[in-house]
């Protein structure tokens, strides 16, 4: 059975390995954004749990609070940071850029595993939201620009499923580079502005024959469904 957070998680992780390849890519044109790409991801990007934009300066609070103790570094150096999280509204791909696999289709995962397994395919289009947050808004337009050019040439990624001892990476495509981004008013020697990502996901979906079906013995877990090995025509065996 497909593992719960099978379905966007592997598209979140996906766009945190891109955010980060420009983080790791740029080129520093202020004194904080060097700071922001000498520290580890966990210290400089963040994942909010849901929608950011009514919430931005709540998330930017928390993030300022998340290590503030004993040891951790003090708050000037926790700016910048870019926090994105997932919208929660939904949509369908439309059907001229790609299309649904709605009927199942019998495939093989890779060329060592003779299981076979039904594959449908969902298509949907993502809203990514992304908050990037200084000490200036200088630093912050510095970021945002240079995300902007990065994601010219960076338009396809990869998103990783796991099914059956695989992992499979399927195709996200950024529908456009252009992030207009909106400034988001708050108190003195705080800078924060956000912007929309817009991404076509196809998400796959695997299964296997549940209990009681019919299946091709395999030992691994889960079996595949059951194939076809051999036929007899007018009497003779063959193999197909």
């Given at each position: 059975?497909?593992?719960?957070?099978?379905?966007?998680?592997?598209?979140?992780?996906?766009?945190?390995?891109?955010?980060?390849?420009?983080?790791?890519?740029?080129?520093?044109?202020?004194?904080?954004?060097?700071?922001?790409?000498?520290?580890?991801?966990?210290?400089?990007?963040?994942?909010?749990?849901?929608?950011?934009?009514?919430?931005?300066?709540?998330?930017?609070?928390?993030?300022?609070?998340?290590?503030?103790?004993?040891?951790?570094?003090?708050?000037?150096?926790?700016?910048?940071?870019?926090?994105?999280?997932?919208?929660?509204?939904y949509m369908p791909t439309a059907r001229d850029f790609t299309r649904q696999?709605?009927?199942?289709?019998?495939?093989?995962?890779?060329?060592?595993?003779?299981?076979?397994?039904?594959?449908?395919?969902?298509?949907?289009?993502?809203?990514?939201?992304?908050?990037?947050?200084?000490?200036?808004?200088?630093?912050?337009?510095?970021?945002?620009?240079?995300?902007?050019?990065?994601?010219?040439?960076?338009?396809?990624?990869?998103?990783?499923?796991?099914?059956?001892?695989?992992?499979?990476?399927?195709?996200?495509t950024l529908e456009t580079p252009e992030i207009p981004a909106s400034n988001?008013?708050?108190?003195?020697?705080?800078?924060?502005?956000?912007?929309?990502?817009?991404?076509?996901?196809?998400?796959?979906?695997?299964?296997?024959?549940?209990?009681?079906?019919?299946?091709?013995?395999?030992?691994?877990?889960?079996?595949?469904?059951?194939?076809?090995?051999?036929?007899?025509?007018?009497?003779?065996?063959?193999?197909?």
């Open positions: 059975m497909a593992a719960a957070d099978n379905f966007l998680q592997p598209v979140i992780a996906g766009i945190a390995r891109l955010l980060e390849d420009f983080r790791t890519q740029m080129v520093p044109l202020t004194v904080p954004m060097s700071e922001w790409q000498e520290r580890p991801q966990r210290e400089a990007m963040g994942i909010a749990p849901g929608r950011m934009v009514d919430e931005a300066e709540k998330l930017l609070s928390k993030w300022l609070r998340k290590e503030a103790t004993p040891g951790a570094h003090s708050p000037s150096t926790k700016l910048p940071a870019m926090i994105m999280a997932i919208a929660h509204d696999v709605s009927e199942p289709v019998f495939v093989r995962l890779s060329d060592d595993d003779n299981r076979v397994f039904k594959l449908r395919t969902l298509a949907t289009d993502e809203r990514v939201q992304v908050a990037v947050a200084a000490h200036d808004i200088t630093t912050v337009k510095a970021i945002i620009s240079q995300l902007e050019m990065f994601l010219e040439n960076n338009r396809r990624f990869g998103a990783e499923y796991q099914f059956a001892g695989h992992r499979i990476v399927w195709p996200v988001v008013p708050l108190g003195d020697n705080l800078a924060l502005m956000t912007f929309d990502l817009s991404i076509k996901t196809t998400i796959p979906v695997y299964s296997a024959p549940g209990e009681g079906e019919p299946n091709d013995g395999s030992p691994l877990a889960p079996p595949g469904y059951p194939v076809v090995t051999g036929v007899a025509v007018n009497g003779e065996e063959g193999l197909v």
